[in-house]
């Protein structure tokens, strides 16, 4: 069981960083996840979407809870660690901050936890294991009780949920989930026959940094004399076509020796694994989507997915224009051989999840932020996926044994984010520290504003979403007999989910 503990008021110093945070977010734009967001299912309605736009207001909105004094309990994040060398950068650092350092982000968790320490008399602790998900699932067949909160990345809730080990969230009380600290596409993507085991909201920034987009060099596009991509963007004219076609004529054999390798020469494009799924959301479409009962409902192949196919396999089968990254896993650390074909001008545009962004600092070339393409310009909207291997978010122990105390601090603790974490996060760590230019401050709006995901990727019925990543990797672009194979069997994976769904609680 917790401990409980005396908690410590805030002192002076920590009055006055809350004072300078506030004062510094007051100046920017209020940002939270979801405020803008296409309000139909992508890939069945995408002439109908538009963009929604917030008014700007200065006014600030808290939950109307009335504090409750807590008697120092210790209230637990539970999150997983990534231990993997290319993967260094993927752990938490929006839950738990010990002491103010300086860091932006390190400083504004630091002010917000000990704000909702003070005010509901807890301590907020934090516990990060490579296991995470395994430490859940013991405590709650133990009926431990250790954890509030659990951070699981994306694609781990659908075993906890599908097992009985995670709350509805929908029935959690003080939980206001239509306010704007929630991102609303979680909840419309996520939600499965009316229930809802997985949200991310503006307690995290995991889930912003596996937002996933492009970055271009932007030497490479005045050596070769091409258009501007941030006016496509806003043209709408930034297309899976239009990326082709520019990353054609840029790639060269640096050395001459009539091979073309990632070490040594010049590409127009970098790929990787994740890319196809990533491009069939930004394209419109999705593996998995909902029917109007929430229910899953299969929708790869599609007239529409067969066009954003289409236009994968050209990049795949592209090998003299295109370097797909993961073709080299195991070989060398292939992230930071990203990083260095941006630095010495070998590679003109490349997806990334955004946390690469922050690799990118020390170089001296310059490089802008655009938003993953469209299929066509008849799409309205340019969509983003949030990957589901690095993507985090809020899921909640089954046998917790207070939900109005768990509701109360989380309701909070995600409303104090809206005003201290994502302003610094958004509007001075990439805006103002990595973002090089006013453009790529206006491109971040729309990579974080219409996010998406696609529950073919989190829960990847039969193996189909890992089978059509492999299938680009290794070369290939047979989908159509991927899929004609793997449909029976998704479709009784998809079947014996919702059963499992429709008997809890």
């Known amino acids: 069981m917790k401990n409980y503990k005396k908690s410590k008021k805030l002192p002076a110093i920590l009055l006055i960083a809350a004072l300078v945070l506030a004062a510094l977010a007051s100046c920017q734009t209020e940002v939270g996840k979801g405020e803008v967001q296409n309000k139909e299912d992508i890939g069945e309605a995408q002439e109908k979407d538009s963009v929604e736009t917030p008014e700007e207001t200065t006014e600030r909105l808290y939950p109307d809870i009335e504090a409750k004094d807590f008697g120092g309990y210790e209230f637990t994040f539970l999150g997983r660690t990534i231990v993997n060398v290319d993967w260094a950068e993927w752990d938490h650092r929006d839950l738990y901050a010990q002491e103010l350092n300086g860091d932006v982000i390190n400083d504004a968790v630091f002010v917000r936890n000990r704000k909702i320490e003070d005010k509901y008399n807890i301590e907020i602790t934090e516990i990060i294991d490579a296991d995470a998900k395994g430490k859940l699932t013991k405590s709650v067949k133990a009926g431990d009780d250790l954890y509030d909160i659990f951070c699981a990345h994306v694609n781990e809730f659908p075993e906890l949920s599908q097992n009985g080990n995670l709350t509805d969230i929908f029935s959690m009380p003080y939980l206001d989930l239509e306010k704007p600290w929630w991102d609303q596409g979680t909840i419309r993507d996520l939600s499965i026959i009316g229930k809802l085991f997985f949200v991310q909201g503006d307690l995290t920034i995991l889930d912003n940094d596996s937002m996933e987009a492009m970055i271009f060099n932007k030497t490479l596009l005045q050596e070769a004399a091409l258009e501007s991509p941030y006016e496509l963007v806003k043209n709408g004219e930034w297309t899976f076509d239009k990326l082709i076609e520019m990353s054609r004529g840029v790639s060269r054999d640096l050395n001459g020796d009539g091979e073309m390798y990632i070490k040594d020469d010049r590409f127009g494009t970098i790929i990787q694994r994740d890319t196809t799924p990533s491009f069939i959301i930004s394209g419109g479409e999705k593996i998995v989507g909902k029917d109007e009962n929430d229910y899953p409902v299969i929708t790869f192949y599609s007239e529409r997915c067969v066009r954003i196919l289409d236009a994968l396999s050209k990049l795949i089968v592209d090998e003299d224009n295109v370097v797909h990254l993961h073709r080299y896993e195991g070989k060398f650390g292939i992230y930071d051989e990203q990083v260095k074909m941006f630095e010495e001008n070998r590679a003109l545009f490349s997806w990334i999840r955004m946390r690469i962004v922050e690799r990118l600092r020390g170089m001296e070339m310059d490089f802008g932020i655009l938003p993953c393409p469209k299929l066509d310009t008849a799409q309205k909207n340019y969509y983003t996926q949030n990957n589901p291997h690095t993507g985090a978010g809020i899921t909640i122990p089954v046998g917790a044994s207070d939900l109005e105390r768990t509701g109360m601090i989380l309701e909070e603790l995600c409303a104090e984010s809206k005003y201290t974490l994502q302003p610094a996060y958004y509007e001075i760590n990439l805006k103002g520290k990595y ?66 769904y429709e008997n809890l609680y």
């Open 435 to 500: 973002a090089r230019d006013d453009d790529s401050s206006d491109m971040l709006d729309i990579i974080l504003s219409n996010t998406a995901h696609d529950l073919g990727h989190v829960f990847n019925f039969a193996d189909f979403a890992s089978t059509i990543m492999m299938t680009g990797q290794n070369k290939k672009t047979d989908y159509a007999a991927d899929f004609e194979k793997a449909e029976p069997k998704m479709q009784a994976a998809i079947d014996k989910m919702i059963e499992k």
